[in-house]
């Protein structure tokens, strides 16, 4: 079946622009997980979604980041007035509700000039 | 939220050899740890879990260990391939169900 699905797989932005980042789950998967990898780093955990509670936001670096989830489906991961130190790239993971594998999309590669 | 400690200097290995990866980790022991590999340019792709009442796992060529003890899990590949070399990240649980701490990773290649 499907896997995971990110867009865009690259984007470039100029500083103090505002970026969305998109991220369709494998269907039927409760948990969505948002990552940042900086170049030659491990993942650092952004954001969390499980079904219809309340995210677990503890990882958001600061207020300039949001994220959505839709109909417990599609996220969008928001970075208002980008900073170079944002360049990265996004993972987006889904799973099931059960502890799991995470199954990881391809990412997004941002690039804050 | 733990310390996780993986080899930073990447493990070069001749292939058929086994390749032995260790993750330290500090502060409270995890309900269960997972293994996995990340390719240039990809996501992570998930190996193994391993529970905290479990001492060890297998599949295939790959067998992970699961210290809680020592606060350390080892992750080995047996007869090691060149389509091995990837970076191998251990990842803990956080005590949130289902989320996860990842380690930096540790550069594995095979040659030849």
């Known amino acids: 079946g499907a896997g995971v699905s990110q867009s865009p797989s690259n984007k470039v932005t100029e500083k103090g622009k505002d970026v969305e980042l998109r991220c369709d789950p494998i269907?039927?998967?409760?948990?969505l997980y948002w990552y940042r990898q900086s170049l030659g780093q491990g993942l650092e955990f952004l954001i969390y979604?499980?079904?219809?509670?309340?995210?677990?936001k503890s990882g958001l670096p600061s207020d300039r980041f949001s994220a959505e989830r839709t109909g417990g489906s599609v996220s969008t991961l928001t970075i208002q007035r980008t900073q170079q130190e944002d360049s990265a790239v996004y993972l987006c993971?889904?799973?099931?509700?059960?502890?799991?594998?995470?199954?990881f999309g391809p990412g997004t590669r941002l690039t804050v000039l | 939220s733990q310390k996780i400690e993986q080899n930073s200097e990447a493990l070069n290995i001749q292939e058929g050899k086994t390749a032995t990866l260790t993750c330290n980790y500090t502060n409270y022991s995890p309900a269960y740890l997972q293994w996995y590999r990340q390719d240039p340019g990809r996501g992570p792709v998930f190996l193994l879990l391993?529970?905290?009442?479990?001492k060890e796992k297998r599949k295939e060529r790959l067998k992970v260990t699961f210290d809680t003890t020592l606060k350390q899990s080892l992750f080995h590949i047996t007869a090691s391939q060149p389509a091995d070399s990837a970076t191998y990240l251990c990842?803990?649980?956080?005590?949130?169900?289902?989320?996860?701490?990842f380690g930096a990773g540790t550069q594995v290649v095979v040659t030849p």
């Open positions: 979604f499980q079904g219809n509670s309340a995210p677990d």
């Open positions: 269907s039927g998967h409760t948990a």
């Open positions: 990842a803990l649980e956080m005590g949130s169900w289902g989320k996860l701490q």
């Open positions: 993971a889904s799973g099931r509700s059960q502890p799991d594998t995470q199954y």
């Open positions: 391993i529970r905290e009442n479990e």
